[in-house]
């Protein structure tokens, strides 16, 4: 079936602007996990749905940062006036359950392409 | 904080010959996840590792976890060229079980040379 697809898979902006990044999960997946991967960084979680609602959104590093889910199915995360610091990989994953629920086996987050974002 | 490292972080292998990668972290979970990713691609599930002792194998890799020693080892038996990539261990750190984020390892870059 169809996996994990981001849009658009790569992104040049301008310092300053802002982007949106698109995800859509496997269908039927109900959590839904964004990760940056940069150089120097390696990958780090950014926020976790589980439906539409955001239990953990830890990894955000600025106000700068945003997402939100709708229908239970895509969402969307959102940078805000953008800095070079902002430049990497943005990879969207899902999970049929989340991630560490009574149900193992059920909770492997499969990974999207990516969208690799470079800020000018 | 839940720390998770691996190593080494580089490692360049002859075909045929055997080794050993090590993912270590810092605080208690009774599930490991190793990823592949090849350059320029996503991450490819590979082995979902749930209690102490599990041990996963898939054609030449190995996987296994020791959850009192904080340690995971994938171990590649007869490297073959097709392997070569960028390995990830990751760890879930549940809070509240609300559902897990997973902190990964920095990734071991492996090269697989004739």
């Known amino acids: 079936g169809a996996g994990v697809s981001q849009s658009p898979s790569n992104k040049v902006t301008e310092k300053g602007k802002d982007v949106e990044l698109r995800c859509d999960p496997i269908?039927?997946?109900?959590?839904l996990y964004w990760y940056r991967q940069s150089l120097g960084q390696g990958l780090e979680f950014l926020i976790y749905?589980?439906?539409?609602?955001?239990?953990?959104k830890s990894g955000l590093p600025s106000d700068r940062f945003s997402a939100e889910r709708t229908g239970g199915s895509v969402s969307t995360l959102t940078i805000q006036r953008t800095q070079q610091e902002d430049s990497a990989v943005y990879l969207c994953?899902?999970?049929?359950?989340?991630?560490?629920?009574?149900?193992?086996?059920?909770?492997?987050?499969?990974f999207g392409p990516g969208t690799r974002l470079t800020v000018l | 904080e839940l720390k998770v490292e691996q190593n080494p972080l580089f490692l360049s292998m002859q075909e045929g010959k055997n080794y050993t990668i090590y993912c270590n972290y810092s605080?208690?979970?009774?599930?490991l996840y190793w990823y592949r990713q090849d350059p320029g691609k996503s991450l490819e599930s590979l082995f979902v590792?749930?209690?102490?002792?599990a041990v996963k194998q898939e054609g030449r890799l190995m996987a296994s976890l020791d959850t009192k020693a904080r340690l995971s080892t994938l171990h590649i038996t007869a490297a073959v060229h097709d392997l070569s990539a960028t390995y990830f261990c990751?760890?879930?750190?549940?809070?509240?079980?609300?559902?897990?984020?997973?902190?990964f390892g920095q990734g071991t870059e492996l090269s697989v040379k004739p």
């Open positions: 994953a899902s999970s049929l359950i989340p991630t560490g629920t009574s149900l193992p086996g059920m909770d492997t987050q499969y």
């Open positions: 269908s039927g997946h109900t959590a």
């Open positions: 749905f589980q439906g539409n609602s955001a239990p953990d």
């Open positions: 605080t208690t979970s009774d599930r």
């Open positions: 590792l749930l209690s102490n002792g």
């Open positions: 990751a760890v879930e750190a549940v809070d509240d079980n609300q559902g897990g984020k997973l902190i």
